[in-house]
Nanobody
Framework: QVQLVESGGGLVQPGGSLGLSCAGS????????MSWYRQAPGKERELVAS????????NYAYSVKGRFTISRDNAKNTVYLQMNNLKPEDTAMYYC???????WGKGTLVTVSS
């Protein structure tokens, strides 16, 4: 069955960096558009970034442009989210999703606080 497992969340100070990973299995990863979403307490889940099957077609939320970078390694069935210059408002649960499907990971918590 389809599985998406996120890792890499944690506590980081404002201005710091953190890298998330999402390992996929049970589907053809190399033919799937992948994405990261996040949900902050009391807010709706929002798209953070997405990446096409060949690593192109990058799409970022305005709030993270220039600070976050999405990438993928099809040989490892893994999609990444590098987050730099983190701000307290980036605090959220971050989810991996096969874009345009109902397949989601369980999420990893990112907390930005001093």
């Amino acid at each position: 069955q389809v599985q998406l497992v996120e890792s890499g969340g944690g506590l980081v100070q404002p201005g710091g960096s953190l890298g998330l990973s999402c390992a996929g299995s049970g589907f053809t990863f190399s033919r799937s558009t992948m994405s990261w979403y996040r949900q902050a307490p009391g807010k709706e889940r929002e798209l953070v970034a997405s990446i096409g099957i060949d690593g192109g077609s990058l799409n970022y939320a305005y709030s993270v442009k220039g600070r976050f970078t999405i990438s993928r390694d099809n040989a490892k069935n893994t999609v990444y989210l590098q987050m730099n210059n983190l701000k307290p408002e980036d605090t959220a649960m971050y989810y991996c999703r096969i874009r345009y499907t109902d397949y989601w990971g369980k999420g990893t918590l990112v907390t930005v606080s001093s």
